[in-house]
């Protein structure tokens, strides 16, 4: 029978260590998590704990796997998520990738190992085949990102109309040079918003100048840097696209900076309507996504899954977006085109 110390010996590290890292103690190096997850996929370890866990069926604990808690969207999912799950009994266990694949895959083995009954992926580092081998251990959905490959449910938005109708607006007030701003080119949610980016652009006979692109922006920090390029350009755009309300608040931190007027030079528009976008001055113009609904949705599927014996369907829940217009787009002197 496979113990803790032998999980302790091939992971190199002590019992106390091994122990700290079973039980979720704070103060524990990541290095030396993923060592512990390996030395026990490996030996097949589950702890007692885990064991007692099994035997009792339930352990009334779901987790939900993000990438930053520091995003605002995440947060008030993660939120809404734990009121949603209080309420049907189950404490939320709250996973932090910080965009690393490795990471993700450990967070997974709370799954095998037993210590929760259920886990909402809210983002995705792997390939889903590489994900697929854990539905074998309980139940996962997807929520806000998402690979259509899955065998699982999941509860997604429109992110394509979200890129259409705020390309639109900003099409409509005259911008014909739109820059496009957003996260991971891996991202599905990314990709499918600049799917709707260049339908709006098509309609109107633009098409996107590939110069204009700027991915991996997540943070304040990254839209600042955005805006810097931006302002060297000898031809630059008039407006901006961007995939979250952080980034569009950074851009207009640097325009401000500058001295560049928005919307008067530059237009952007925003992502989430975060508290974010309604404190900036000027306020900024952003496609709402429906958190509360999402977060409730996510865990009720999730929780149906856990109390069924069956395998799990190929679902998919598509909720509304809704454009909010607001002074960082509206107000320049561009001519609004029909």
């Not at 390939?127 to 997807?142: R, V």
């Not at 609904?293 to 679902?315: C, D, F, G, T, W």
Request: aromatic share 6%; with cysteine; glycine share 8%.
């Amino acid at each position: 029978m496979v113990t803790i110390d032998d999980v302790a010996e091939l992971a190199g590290l002590s019992k106390s260590t091994v122990s700290r890292v079973i039980n979720h103690y704070p103060h524990v190096s990541q290095e030396k998590k993923e060592r512990v997850y390996q030395a026990m996929e490996t030996l097949g370890y589950v702890p007692n704990s885990s064991a007692r866990s099994l035997r009792n069926k339930k352990t009334k604990m779901i987790a939900v796997i993000v990438p930053r808690l520091m995003n605002p969207f995440f947060g008030q999912l993660v939120e809404s998520m734990e009121v949603a799950a209080n309420q049907q009994g189950y404490q939320l266990l709250i996973c932090q990738t910080m965009y690393s694949q490795d990471t993700e895959l450990g967070h997974l083995n709370l799954l095998k190992t037993k210590q929760v009954d259920g886990i909402i992926l809210a983002s995705l580092e792997n390939e889903w085949n590489n994900i697929a081998e854990y539905l074998s251990y309980g139940p996962l959905i997807m929520c806000n990102e998402f690979d259509e490959s899955a065998e699982i449910p999941i509860i997604k938005l429109d992110q394509i109309h979200g890129g259409y109708i705020a390309t639109k607006h900003l099409i409509r007030q005259g911008h014909t040079r739109i820059a496009y701003c957003s996260g991971g080119h891996k991202s599905m949610v990314a990709n499918h918003r600049k799917i709707g980016f260049e339908k709006a652009l098509a309609e109107h006979g633009l098409r996107f100048d590939e110069s204009l692109g700027f991915f991996d922006a997540y943070t304040i920090e990254n839209g600042i840097e955005v805006f810097k390029e931006i302002h060297k350009m000898d031809n630059p755009p008039t407006a901006v696209f961007t995939g979250s309300d952080e980034v569009a608040a950074g851009i207009l931190t640097g325009a401000r900076e500058y001295g560049v007027d928005i919307p008067g030079e530059l237009s952007v528009i925003g992502f989430d309507n975060q508290v974010i976008s309604r404190i900036m001055d000027p306020k900024i113009s952003t496609v709402e996504q429906p958190i509360e609904q999402m977060a409730q949705k996510a865990v009720h599927v999730l929780v149906e899954q856990i109390n069924s014996n069956n395998k799990p369907a190929k679902e998919r829940y598509e909720l509304p977006l809704e454009l909010i217009i607001r002074e960082s787009t509206v107000g320049g002197p561009l001519r609004a085109v029909e």
